[in-house]
């Protein structure tokens, strides 16, 4: 990415423009042509630099239950259970961790019922667990904008 | 708390969740994909921005590309009656991008948790120990990823919900 791009990169990270010309607002913010930002902006998500253009909704707003979720899996069964857990779309992030609890997942669903059951399930089908099933009981802080640096 | 969304709103949603059209009037054709006006769709994006429904508006980045090298996901344990004024110390750090309370479980004593940003390992450690100085909270651990199984954007109405 050249300097224009990370110009553009970090207009449109803090906010989009919700007007019926964006490309062209962007650019005229930006000293730039329509065209040419719609053309920088494709270049930049098929490098992968920006992973998605659109929106990220409050699940909770949406009427959408949400938790963070660990388990202990051991080193054979891992694979294994790994696929089961990815399964389910309502699993959004997985990652394997330094602990005893190894496996960390945050799942989404449409109620807290439904999370216990697709736990439930999830133990049954990869035979792991029990999988803990942390849901916030408090927000402190999200936030997602973070600059853009030089790397 | 669910709200009734209509099926042209929901709708709406599974489209703003893809990307949206590198176009001169992607609102224009966000609308007429799910039988809205222009107007109509931009007026429904800036109350779903203004009510907080939609979280953040533009460009998600991959931060691993951008500079941001490590992540930790830092646990603590503190006594219940502190967690608020905690996760204030915490959530006020530029390197923590996301701090929550959670209940405590088997084999796991920690309630607060700050996702913790750097540009090394040892950064976030450094970044952790000066939470902990400032926050007088002794026990916590860090938790680094040493792999990725999956990262995506949940969508939302789709399959059977």
């Known amino acids: 990415m050249d300097d224009t791009d990370k110009k553009i990169v970090t207009y449109i990270q803090a906010g989009f423009p919700v007007s019926a010309h964006p490309y062209a607002d962007i650019g005229a913010r930006l000293g730039l042509g329509e065209d040419e930002v719609i053309e920088r902006i494709k270049g930049i998500m098929s490098s992968g630099e920006i992973r998605r253009l659109g929106a990220s909704f409050d699940s909770r707003k949406l009427g959408y239950s949400s938790t963070l979720c660990a388990v202990h899996v051991a080193p054979e069964k891992l694979e294994d259970a790994i696929e089961v857990i990815n399964s389910y779309y309502n699993v959004t992030h997985n990652y394997e961790r330094n602990h005893h609890y190894n496996v960390w997942f945050t799942l989404i669903a449409p109620s807290p019922d439904r999370i216990r059951e697709i736990l439930a399930e999830m133990e049954e089908r990869a035979g792991i667990g029990p999988v803990i099933n942390l849901p916030a009981v408090k927000l402190f802080k999200i936030q997602v904008d973070l600059p853009v640096i030089d790397g | ?161």
């Open chain 2, 1 to 161: 708390m669910g709200r009734a969304l209509t099926s042209s709103e929901k709708e709406l949603v599974r489209l703003l969740q893809e990307d949206i059209p590198l176009t001169p009037a992607p609102f224009s054709d966000l609308g007429e994909a799910v039988g809205m006006t222009e107007a109509e769709v931009l007026a429904k994006v800036q109350e779903w921005v203004a009510d907080g429904t939609i979280r953040r508006f533009g460009a998600m980045v991959r931060h691993q590309k951008l500079g941001y090298k490590a992540n930790a996901m830092s646990a603590w344990d503190v006594p219940d009656e502190r967690a608020e004024e905690v996760g204030g110390v915490f959530a006020a750090a530029d390197e923590v991008s996301h701090c929550y309370q959670r209940p405590r479980a088997e084999g796991w004593d920690y309630n607060v948790f700050a996702m913790i940003h750097g540009a090394t390992a040892a950064e976030c450690e450094e970044v952790a120990a000066e939470l902990a100085r400032r926050a007088g909270v002794e026990k916590y651990d860090l938790l680094f990823s040493s792999k990725e199984f999956k990262k995506i954007s949940m969508k939302y109405f789709m399959e059977q919900d």
